[in-house]
């Protein structure tokens, strides 16, 4: 992805033998709910502040009035089809059997439409068009919102910077996972004609 970061969905070990296909993404960066420890407008240390009942790391300069409330970051992930199979991605660093949704950070200025073909063009090297919004899924252990696609993909596969690899699976195969993307996997299944 774009920016150099990316969500995860990590399903624990025996639910990658369950489920066959293990969908990851590993976040390089610690979890984003962590308040940061100085203020990012005036550089003092932040300090615990009630604000609205709830406690908000807040910058003891009241000229500067910075507040940490840390809002879920959007997400895009695409369940991305060509010729009857779905595309998932391996991140390097992941392990060799884990797999996920191409998937990637909104940027500031672009739809979600926008920055999801802008994933899969950086990701797999193909074209998209977005043929329905799957779902919008909470996925609060990585302090994100995920905006799930069902994409149209064609070109040919490119893989990006980024991956480590991919692979195609046929829809009749491809099976959720628990968390995060995967509830968009389960719901998207769920509306395929049987
Ligand atoms: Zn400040």
């Not at 507040?67 to 991140?91: C, F, K, Q, S, T």
């Not at 660093?93 to 899969?120: D, H, I, K, N, Y």
């Amino acid at each position: 992805m774009g920016n150099g970061r990316r969500s995860i969905v990590s399903p624990p070990p025996n639910l990658q033998r369950l489920t066959g296909i293990a969908a990851t993404a590993v976040h390089p960066y610690p979890p984003r709910m962590k308040a940061p420890r100085f203020c990012p407008q005036c550089a003092q240390p932040l300090s615990p502040r009630d604000d609205g009942g709830k406690p908000r790391a807040a910058c003891p300069d009241k000229a500067c009035g910075f507040v940490h409330y840390g809002n879920p970051l959007p997400v895009m992930a695409g369940i991305v089809e060509m010729d009857d199979h779905i595309l998932l991605v391996r991140n390097v660093g992941w392990p060799e059997t884990w797999f996920g949704l191409v998937s990637g950070f909104l940027e500031a200025g672009e739809t979600p439409q926008e920055g999801m073909l802008r994933e899969l063009h950086e990701e797999l090297g193909l074209q998209g068009t977005i043929t329905r919004l799957v779902g919008v899924y909470p996925f609060t252990e990585r302090n994100e919102l995920i905006i799930a696609f069902h994409v149209r993909a064609t070109g040919e596969v490119v893989v990006g910077a980024e991956l480590a690899g991919y692979k195609r699976v046929h829809k009749a195969k491809l099976r959720p996972w628990p968390m995060g993307t995967g509830l968009a996997v389960s719901d998207w299944l769920a509306s395929q004609p049987s």
